[in-house]
């Protein structure tokens, strides 16, 4: 392999610490919202109703930001960076992280009727150019480190909504989207894929001209410490949430999910979906 040119390599393992404490005080106690926080809206009722929803829960799925108001009730649209996706909240075993930001920020969480308690979390350090991001992420974690209000239900056209407001009257608007241990109906397994700079070619008759991602499979222990690697092999489909960048040699923390029912039958019998980016590095 050739050797990699002058650029920073990125690693998450084991690079969590406390957030830098802001200037100002974090918002104080949110008044419960009048809506218990595991509602959906029911269906009309009629002979041609159809079957009552599932429950949805705050871990069921992933919520995107849509909406955020000021403390006087006037949109706030700073989070709208151009080029960038918007903030994404997940949540799981007690915890909540916010991703699509410069870092992963995250927070433990409680819930206690209609109010969350979020205590003050931790970040993954990785600098980046984009100041408008810096200030947004750290915007968003001052909120995370203190009670909200907050609201499940469904919008206009019943897909999941979920409001979180804050001590000092800031609204927040998040649209939800099945998480993958939904869609799959279960949970994955962690791993680890090392992806190649460059694809290779993967062809059959029917697409001689295809071009597979390049993996191999890493084993880490519980420390981060690397412990062996698989063998370099051709990766047939594509990750869902990664986007190779031709130069780019990437080591992934994956979910892997075993599909049911694949549909037609020589379809892959595993999903992959991307958990984060773990080490970037650009290579000639």
Request: proline share 9%.
């Amino acid at each position: 392999m050739r050797a990699p040119t002058a650029c920073k390599t990125i690693s998450a393992l084991g690079l969590a610490a406390l957030m830098t404490a802001c200037a100002s005080s974090p918002p104080q106690a949110a008044a419960p919202l009048s809506v218990a926080g595991t509602v959906v809206d029911q269906p009309a009722a009629g002979p041609a109703a159809a079957a009552p929803m599932q429950p949805v829960t705050l871990a069921s799925h992933d919520w995107e930001l849509v909406s955020m108001t000021d403390r006087h009730g006037r949109a706030d649209t700073r989070w709208r960076l151009p080029g960038q996706r918007p903030p994404r909240l997940h949540f799981e075993g007690g915890r909540l992280s916010v991703h699509n930001l410069c870092n992963v920020v995250s927070s433990g969480y409680q819930v206690q009727g209609n109010t969350m308690l979020l205590m003050p979390g931790a970040a993954t350090k990785r600098a980046c150019a984009e100041p408008e991001l810096m200030e947004l992420e750290q915007r968003m974690a001052l909120y995370l480190g203190g009670p909200a209000g907050y609201e499940l239900r469904s919008n206009a056209g019943g897909t999941p909504l979920l409001v979180l407001l804050f001590g000092d009257s800031t609204r927040w608007e998040l649209v939800g989207t099945a998480t993958p241990q939904t869609r799959y109906g279960g949970p994955g397994e962690r791993v680890f894929l090392e992806v190649a700079p460059q694809r290779v070619p993967c062809g059959n008759p029917l697409m001689p001209a295809a071009q597979c991602l390049s993996v191999r499979e890493l084993r880490f222990a519980d420390n981060g410490v690397r412990q062996g690697a698989g063998q370099w092999q051709p990766f047939y489909g594509e990750i869902d949430g990664y986007t190779h960048e031709p130069g780019m040699r990437n080591v992934l923390r994956l979910t892997r999910y075993q599909l049911k029912q694949p549909v037609p039958a020589d379809a892959a019998s595993q999903a992959y979906v991307l958990d984060m980016v773990v080490e970037s590095e650009r290579l000639r």
